[in-house]
């Protein structure tokens, strides 16, 4: 029998749909749902199962974004083949977004003892969420803001995709939330910097849940459980996307910091308390 019921995997993908591209932390947010739905948190199906209803929410980027990457992927492709081609932003970035990806990849695999053993603690959620809100803010403050999309080089890129790693070691911290900050940080405006962040993860959390859709699928999971959390992953999703998009043009992330403050205060309450177990 599937450890997750199809009405776990409904309200399961609704959270990743919802938080997975706001920056509060999918990852945390779905630990603490699994936790409060008496989910096995530490089971490798649940875990899979996690990574592979997020393939949902990367659809989502692709059919919202589907004319910018075919845009992007018809420079590259164009620029493989015709070197004075080479010199367009669009070209260029396309081979930024396989590079940025490289030092999460790495990283993922070498570490992911811990990041399934140790660092897989409500107790490392919590703080992380903590620690996390306090980056977000000092980067929406100390950023200027000043400079657009077609602004980005590489070296923003790399650092940007490099920060995915804090969210990948500390879940909590959040993959859009580190993504976003840094892109402040190096002076991207807000939309400039949620998009990069919506562009570095495609490769990232697709390849995240390839891999791990073996665990998921032959596990304690049943298949129609992925394929109930994936679809509506991907339905709410879209719609978290388009929502962030208008939100972030006209506010800033203070919203998203106290909320986080307030879900981490939440969460240390029931850890404290044995309602939760770490």
């Known amino acids: 029998m599937s450890v997750i019921s199809p009405l776990d995997a409904v309200l399961l993908g609704v959270v990743e749909g919802v938080t997975e591209f706001l920056p509060i932390s999918s990852t945390g947010h779905l630990k603490i749902t699994e936790g409060l739905l008496g989910v096995p948190v530490g089971d490798p199906a649940v875990i ?38 080479r010199g ?3 070209y260029r ?3 930024w977004i396989l590079y940025a990806t490289l030092p999460v990849v790495v990283v993922g695999l070498l570490a992911k003892p811990l990041i399934d053993g140790p660092l897989a603690s409500l107790w490392v959620v919590a703080g992380s969420l903590v620690v996390g809100s306090v980056v977000m803010w000092v980067a929406d403050r100390w950023g200027r803001h000043s400079r657009g999309e077609g602004d980005v080089t590489l070296v923003d890129a790399m650092l940007v995709g490099a920060s995915q790693i804090l969210a990948l070691l500390f879940a909590g911290f959040s993959r859009s939330g580190a993504t976003m900050s840094v892109g402040l940080l190096r002076d991207l405006d807000r939309v400039a910097a949620t998009r990069l962040s919506f562009f570095l993860s495609i490769p990232a959390l697709t390849g995240a849940g390839i891999y791990e859709l073996k665990d998921a699928a032959g596990g304690t999971v049943g298949v129609w459980s992925l394929v109930i959390g994936t679809v509506v992953s991907f339905v709410v999703a879209y ?6 998009l208008r939100f972030i043009a006209r506010h800033t992330f203070t919203t998203f910091v106290v909320y986080r403050l307030a879900v981490a205060a939440a969460l240390f ?3 404290g308390t044995g309602v939760l177990h770490a």
């Open 269 to 271: 309450a029931l850890l």
């Open 239 to 244: 719609a978290s996307i388009a929502w962030l």
């Open 93 to 95: 970035f396309a081979w």
């Open 88 to 90: 367009s932003h669009d």
């Open 48 to 85: 899979g199962f996690t990574a592979v209803i997020q393939v949902g929410a990367i659809a989502a980027v692709l059919v919202y974004f589907f004319t910018d990457i075919v845009r992007f992927l018809t420079a590259w492709w164009r620029g493989l083949f015709n070197p004075g081609l």
